[in-house]
């Protein structure tokens, strides 16, 4: 079970690279898929370039820090369940500082891995 667990937490880790790519526009994840031209927060202060690299940048550490979580917890590192918990906790703020403000098309804008991300922490505080 920890080892699958582990393998998720890492997966769940890549997934950010996809994020990543699209703000970067390498490709686009699917046709209308805006994310993250409009940041409720930092489109009143900051072109869509910049908010895109910052994007970029932190879909990056999203995606090491939750894969070095799952190293960590697979490998019974005493500190796994701290970083799994942070890993979960800076995604999902990414999420809600990217987010656009409306209720509309919240799958494009991360609400999926703000429900795995909460989801992890319920289930690792739920087994230990």
Sequence with gaps: MKISIGIFIMLHGLVHL????????????????????????????????TIRTIASLLCILGAA????????????????????????IFSSVLFVIFWDGRLKKLDNQGAIAIIINISIWYVLTTIH
Aim: proline residues 4%; aromatic residues 24%.
């Design 18 to 49: 996809f994020y990543f790519a699209h703000s970067k526009k390498i490709f686009e994840l699917r046709p209308g898929f805006e994310w993250p031209d409009y940041s409720w927060v930092l489109s009143k202060f900051l072109s869509t370039d």
């Design 65 to 88: 820090v939750f894969v070095t979580s799952g190293i960590a917890y697979m490998a019974n590192a005493f500190w796994a369940l701290n970083l799994i918990n942070a890993s979960a």
